[in-house]
Structures are given as structure tokens and as C-alpha cells.
């Protein structure tokens, strides 16, 4: 089973332009996240549609891919950069380009889960400690069946305890809260990436619930570690504090 790595970055970030260069300790975030998807040993790529992004990344010794800028999402941008990739590829990975503290064995635990013939998509949660996690509507829950396939992913609280006081609901419940990485079949990013706007999406604003709807089964697997994305200037600063904790 051949895998490729493929991690998208753009420039032109509404809250943080330029965030996949900006420095993290002494190097670019776009680096930090390169260097940990490489420790898997799988072949990686930065999909972007921005020369300065692809020029950095070749100066670490990095592979990029130049894109268009018209995508909607990253989604969109790792389907064409697929499209440019020579040899025949059997999964896709997407981690995302702001995280810069991706672990590498969460990367193997998706790319496990396609020894299975049923998994379309995998994609990771972790487990939910607090009410307010639970509470807020930036992060996304997940709820799943039997075998472990999604049932429904939603910015409210899922499932909703009737009758049970909201600082009971962490204990009582294994809330799980969805992680921004996904795996895929190449011929299922391939279609998903034809598949118009489904109700549910517009409604929650959460790609994923265009494919659930649309009838692909997306694995889920809990993992132990969370991942924190850079999403703003204080997000980095943040960052910065826990890469100092890490180095001692």
C-alpha cells in the first residue's frame, strides 16, 4: 500500500497572513510540521499555492507543490496536488500545516486503519476533559457507531444529557472531540472533492458532513494526545511557551 503525506499551507490567512512562515523557535511553523510527518518515513509534500511558502520549503529540503490559489479548502488543494504526484498512490494524509505538534504516531495509526477494506476515511478524536470544552462551538464532537464509523460530527454538544447537570456530563460520558487530520483512499478524495455542498455542511459549517452524508464511512480513532493548530498571532505565542516546556 503506497501512502503519500500531503500537508496544505496558503498564504493569504484571514486572521494570520504568512502564518506557514512564521517563526516557531528558529524555524518556520511549515517546518516543524514537515519534519515530524517525514519521521514517519512516508513521502511528504507541502501543497501551497504561494512561492515564498514553496521557495522555504525547498531551502529545509522540503518537497512542494505549487496549487491554484482558487481552493476552498485544504481538502480541494491536496486532490490537485495529488493529481501532480507521479506513481500510483493508495492513501492520502492530510495534516494540516499548522500543526506544528502533529505526532508522528497519530499519522500511523490512521494510515493502519486502510488494512481494513471497509475505511473509506479515517480520522482521529480525543477525549474531552471539561464542560467547557464540551460547551464550545469551536470544537467540533463526534459520536460513533459500533465499528467505530462517525455518526454525526456537530459544533453543539453531542450526545445531549437529558437531565443530568452539565458538570457531571465529563464523567459520565466519553465526549470525544474531533482532530483536524484525516486519511484517505485516493479515489475517495478524488470524489469527495466532487460532491456539491450537502444541508448538513452549510448548516454546521464542517466539510465532513458533506461525505457522512453523501455515504462514506469515516473511521474514527481516539488517540491519546491532542494537537494544538496556529490559527492567530496569540495562538503562536502560546506555541512558543510549549515548545520551551518540550525542549526543558
Aim: with cysteine; charged share 20%; proline share 6%.
Amino acid at each position: 500500500m503506497t501512502t503519500v503525506i500531503l500537508i496544505p499551507a496558503r498564504y493569504a490567512s484571514t486572521r494570520f497572513p504568512g502564518k506557514p512562515l512564521a517563526m516557531l523557535g528558529n524555524q518556520p511553523i511549515i517546518q516543524h510540521v514537515w519534519q515530524r510527518a517525514t519521521t514517519t518515513g512516508v513521502d511528504t509534500y507541502v501543497a501551497t499555492d504561494d512561492p515564498r511558502i514553496a521557495q522555504a520549503v525547498e531551502d529545509f529540503g522540503g518537497k512542494a507543490i505549487i496549487t491554484s490559489a482558487d481552493h476552498r479548502s485544504g481538502t480541494d488543494r491536496i486532490a490537485e496536488a495529488l493529481q501532480k504526484i507521479d506513481g500510483e498512490i493508495d492513501v492520502v494524509v492530510n495534516v494540516q500545516g499548522d500543526e506544528p505538534f502533529i505526532q508522528p504516531q497519530q499519522i500511523t495509526l490512521l494510515t493502519d486503519q486502510f488494512q481494513q477494506p471497509d475505511v473509506d476515511i479515517a480520522t482521529l478524536s480525543v477525549r474531552c476533559t471539561t464542560v467547557e470544552e464540551i460547551a464550545d462551538q469551536n470544537v467540533v464532537k463526534v459520536v460513533t457507531g459500533k465499528s467505530n464509523n462517525a455518526l454525526y460530527f456537530s459544533r453543539s454538544p453531542i450526545p445531549f444529557m437529558r437531565g443530568v447537570p452539565k458538570e457531571q456530563w465529563p464523567k459520565l460520558y466519553p465526549f470525544q472531540k474531533h482532530l483536524g487530520i484525516y486519511a484517505y483512499r485516493a479515489n475517495v478524495l478524488t470524489a469527495i472533492t466532487q460532491l456539491p455542498q450537502a444541508p448538513l455542511e452549510k448548516a454546521e459549517s464542517l466539510e465532513q458532513l458533506r461525505w457522512l452524508q453523501a455515504g462514506y464511512r469515516i473511521r474514527v480513532v481516539e488517540t491519546q494526545h491532542t494537537t494544538i493548530g496556529i490559527d492567530t498571532p496569540e495562538d503562536l505565542a502560546m506555541a512558543e511557551q510549549l515548545l520551551k516546556q518540550q525542549a526543558g
